[in-house]
């Protein structure tokens, strides 16, 4: 015999958006924190700052101020997902039909019915109960989904009663209906290896890694393993003997430092063509210097990343291959940027002061500014679009081109919506609901071959006739030489603004030092907001290929972030190599449209 336990459940819909709570019920309904920790990382979701309630054991709680207008109070401190709230689809990371507590027992509904009181009855049984009276069936969901707390975003669970017509028998498995629509152009179940740089952002990388990501991706059902780097150039190692059958993503919980590792390991395989056309690789923020992140999921915050992480599509990007003597045999690969100058000096040259956190480099830049120093160097380019009215073409037809293929219709506004608390998820959502954002050569399908690893210039041969050597005027002078292909170099530092993920470019910025301190000061505080490029006093192009000659006795060139002899450099670019992933199909908007229109 069956025994019955009475627990009322909420009703909801799909639309287009997301699952819509129909009915509000009267009850609270408390959502389940299914995240798994490490014991050693600590307490993450500590409820609200404000005090005024505290959590059951095992039981996580909506509270007012980590919500947004949508989230309502009962009596208890509980909250309750109001009518018409929409669970965007962007935000669902799993979903279970809830088999084990089997038929529902509906009610007969008339069509304003917004407040239906439905009793699950917990039996034995199993399967699903059909309403004849209008084909739809109830469906019993654990919806899993994240839910901004604080700073974060956080995995929670809530069971639903969902109202849905089968559109055919296929689709009668409701869990895998919803998982498609929120992981619409995203590769689900995916085989990660993360990879964790325990001295990574000042020791907090591992900690960042299991109280910020590791819940939602638990939560979300993925199959991951980790690595820790145990030593510098660790990661080349673990990405060159990779299991590439194994795995089709790695994850680095880092800085930049470890993808730029994993990128050059794959890269030394003998068969990186198939390593090139299976792996992902993408960054956890947990370092100091986080620009992947920034560029490619648009947000340096652990946990948001994680969910593009899960959510955002593969895609195919540009990366840059670096020569120099020093390394004839193995050229280097380089997805961030190559700097010599005054940034480069303050990059590598303050690591002694690396305590001190990102502020470091401001003071190295300062203090090298304020001494006047010069690098004086030759520098031999390959435009790909050379003036100023050339960069705005340039940047336009790409960016055109990707508006076009990526961007989704805006999502409907006439229903209270969990997202609307942070501007970040809308993209997330659109990126997910949008029937329009599928591109025309997803990574996916996009396959390279041993051709596209292939240099079109040597080092050893002479600059080629269509090359253009920048006026010695600029270059013996030479302050800040700076060529990279993601938009942030850093929290807060849009170096490059007109940068593209698969323009075939390079984004080049050359400042000399015959421009005052007095001007380059307010040149340098204008890094965050890009304008710096538009400075008459800034040599701002696109170019595919550059050689550097520096001539001064000391110094360094440094590669993303890490630290290179001081050689002849050339770079040139390799079009579309890298697999990551990027929400929305494009990296962070820069608003550098906004900056040619002014
Ligand atoms: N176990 C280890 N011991 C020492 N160095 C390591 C170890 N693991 C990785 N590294 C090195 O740490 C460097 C920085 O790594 P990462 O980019 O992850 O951290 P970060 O905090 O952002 O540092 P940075 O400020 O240099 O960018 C890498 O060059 C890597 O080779």
Same mark, same amino acid.
């Given at each position: 015999?069956?025994?019955?336990?009475?627990?009322?459940?909420?009703?909801?819909?799909?639309?287009?958006?997301?699952?819509?709570?129909?009915?509000?019920?009267?009850?609270?309904?408390?959502?389940?924190?299914?995240?798994?920790?490490?014991?050693?990382?600590? =307490?993450?979701?500590?409820?609200?700052?404000?005090?005024?309630?505290?959590?059951?054991?095992?039981?996580?709680?909506?509270? /007012?101020?980590?919500?947004?207008?949508?989230?309502?109070?009962?009596?208890?401190?509980?909250? $309750?997902?109001?009518? %018409?709230?929409?669970?965007?689809?962007?935000?669902?990371? +799993?979903?279970?039909?809830?088999?084990?507590?089997?038929?529902?027992?509906?009610?007969?509904?008339?069509?304003?019915?917004?407040?239906?009181?439905?009793?699950?009855?917990?039996?034995?049984?199993?399967?699903?109960?059909?309403? &004849?009276?209008?084909?739809?069936?109830?469906?019993?969901?654990? /919806?899993?989904?994240?839910?901004?707390?604080?700073? %974060?975003?956080?995995?929670?669970?809530?069971?639903?009663?969902?109202?849905?017509?089968?559109?055919? =028998?296929?689709?009668?498995?409701?869990?895998?209906?919803?998982?498609?629509?929120?992981?619409?152009?995203?590769?689900?179940?995916?085989? #990660? /290896?993360?990879?964790?740089?325990?001295?990574?952002?000042?020791?907090?990388?591992? +900690?960042?890694?299991?109280?910020?990501?590791?819940?939602?991706?638990?939560?979300?059902?993925?199959?991951?393993?980790?690595?820790?780097?145990?030593?510098?150039?660790?990661?080349?190692?673990?990405?060159?003997?990779?299991?590439?059958?194994?795995?089709?993503? $790695?994850?680095?919980?880092?800085?930049?430092?470890?993808?730029?590792?994993?990128?050059?390991?794959?890269?030394?395989?003998?068969?990186?063509?198939?390593?090139?056309?299976?792996?992902?690789?993408?960054?956890?923020?947990?370092?100091?210097?986080?620009?992947?992140?920034?560029?490619? *999921?648009?947000? #340096?915050?652990?946990?948001?990343?994680?969910?593009? &992480?899960?959510?955002?599509?593969?895609?195919?990007?540009?990366?840059?291959?670096?020569?120099?003597?020093?390394?004839?045999?193995?050229?280097?690969?380089?997805?961030?940027?190559?700097?010599?100058?005054?940034?480069?000096?303050?990059?590598? %040259?303050?690591?002694?002061?690396?305590? #001190?956190? =990102?502020?470091?480099?401001?003071?190295?830049?300062?203090? %090298?500014?304020?001494?006047?120093?010069?690098?004086?160097?030759?520098?031999?380019?390959?435009?790909?679009?050379?003036?100023?009215?050339?960069?705005?073409? *340039?940047?336009?037809?790409?960016?055109?081109?990707?508006?076009?293929?990526?961007?989704?219709?805006?999502?409907?506004?006439?229903?209270?919506?969990?997202?609307?608390?942070?501007?970040? +998820?809308? *993209?997330?959502?659109?990126?997910?609901?949008?029937?329009?954002?599928?591109? =025309?050569?997803?990574?996916?399908?996009?396959?390279?071959?041993?051709?596209?690893?292939?240099?079109?210039?040597?080092?050893?041969?002479?600059?080629?006739?269509?090359?253009?050597?920048?006026?010695?005027?600029?270059?013996? +002078?030479?302050?800040?030489?700076?060529?990279?292909?993601?938009?942030?170099?850093?929290?807060?530092?849009?170096?490059?603004?007109?940068?593209?993920?698969?323009?075939?470019?390079?984004?080049?910025? $050359?400042?000399?030092?015959?421009?005052?301190?007095?001007?380059?000061?307010?040149?340098?505080?204008?890094?965050?907001?890009?304008? *710096?490029?538009?400075?008459?006093?800034?040599?701002?192009?696109?170019?595919?290929?550059?050689?550097?000659?520096?001539?001064?006795?000391?110094?360094?060139?440094?590669?993303?972030?890490?630290?290179?002899?001081?050689?002849?450099?050339?770079?040139?670019? /390799?079009?579309?190599?890298?697999?990551?992933?990027?929400?929305?199909?494009?990296?962070?908007?820069?608003?550098?449209?906004?900056? &040619?229109?002014?």
């Amino acid at each position: 015999m069956s025994r019955f336990r009475l627990k009322p459940l909420p009703r909801a819909i799909l639309t287009d958006d997301g699952v819509l709570i129909k009915s509000q019920n009267a009850n609270p309904l408390s959502f389940h924190s299914n995240a798994l920790r490490d014991p050693d990382a600590g =307490p993450d979701d500590k409820g609200c700052d404000d005090g005024t309630h505290e959590r059951g054991a095992g039981e996580s709680m909506f509270c /007012l101020t980590c919500l947004s207008d949508s989230t309502n109070f009962d009596s208890n401190g509980r909250g $309750i997902l109001p009518m %018409n709230t929409v669970i965007p689809y962007g935000r669902i990371i +799993n979903a279970h039909n809830v088999r084990s507590l089997g038929a529902t027992q509906t009610t007969k509904k008339s069509k304003q019915d917004t407040t239906i009181s439905t009793a699950l009855l917990a039996n034995d049984d199993d399967g699903l109960s059909m309403d &004849l009276e209008n084909d739809a069936m109830d469906y019993v969901i654990d /919806l899993v989904f994240v839910l901004p707390l604080e700073k %974060n975003v956080v995995p929670r669970t809530v069971r639903l009663n969902i109202d849905y017509v089968p559109l055919s =028998p296929a689709s009668s498995d409701l869990a895998e209906v919803i998982l498609k629509r929120s992981y619409k152009n995203a590769r689900r179940n995916k085989k #990660m /290896l993360v990879i964790i740089n325990p001295f990574g952002g000042k020791g907090q990388a591992k +900690n960042l890694f299991f109280q910020r990501a590791a819940p939602i991706l638990d939560a979300s059902g993925s199959d991951y393993d980790i690595a820790y780097t145990e030593r510098s150039r660790h990661a080349v190692e673990i990405a060159e003997s990779l299991d590439i059958d194994k795995y089709d993503t $790695i994850v680095c919980a880092s800085g930049d430092g470890i993808p730029y590792e994993v990128l050059n390991g794959l890269y030394r395989r003998i068969d990186r063509v198939a390593a090139f056309n299976k792996i992902v690789v993408t960054q956890l923020p947990c370092g100091s210097g986080n620009a992947m992140s920034i560029s490619c *999921h648009w947000t #340096m915050n652990t946990s948001y990343a994680a969910l593009c &992480l899960l959510k955002s599509q593969e895609s195919r990007i540009d990366v840059m291959c670096c020569q120099q003597p020093s390394y004839s045999d193995q050229p280097r690969l380089s997805f961030l940027s190559q700097t010599y100058g005054i940034i480069a000096e303050s990059d590598i %040259n303050t690591e002694f002061i690396r305590w #001190m956190g =990102p502020i470091r480099f401001n003071i190295g830049v300062a203090f %090298n500014l304020l001494q006047g120093k010069t690098y004086a160097c030759d520098v031999y380019v390959k435009y790909a679009a050379k003036t100023k009215h050339d960069m705005k073409v *340039h940047y336009l037809l790409h960016k055109k081109t990707a508006e076009l293929i990526f961007d989704s219709p805006p999502a409907s506004s006439s229903s209270a919506s969990l997202s609307q608390s942070n501007p970040l +998820n809308e *993209h997330l959502q659109s990126a997910s609901s949008s029937s329009l954002s599928t591109p =025309p050569t997803p990574a996916q399908e996009s396959v390279i071959s041993s051709e596209d690893f292939n240099l079109k210039y040597s080092l050893s041969d002479p600059i080629p006739e269509e090359w253009e050597r920048l006026s010695s005027d600029i270059t013996d +002078n030479l302050s800040i030489f700076y060529t990279g292909k993601m938009p942030y170099i850093a929290d807060k530092t849009k170096f490059f603004p007109a940068a593209l993920p698969a323009d075939g470019a390079i984004d080049l910025v $050359i400042m000399n030092s015959t421009t005052s301190v007095r001007r380059m000061t307010p040149i340098l505080l204008s890094l965050d907001d890009g304008t *710096h490029v538009m400075q008459p006093e800034v040599l701002h192009s696109k170019v595919s290929a550059f050689r550097l000659v520096p001539h001064i006795e000391e110094g360094l060139i440094s590669v993303d972030g890490e630290k290179f002899p001081l050689e002849p450099m050339q770079v040139e670019v /390799l079009p579309s190599l890298v697999k990551t992933l990027l929400r929305n199909g494009s990296y962070i908007d820069t608003e550098f449209d906004t900056l &040619l229109s002014t």
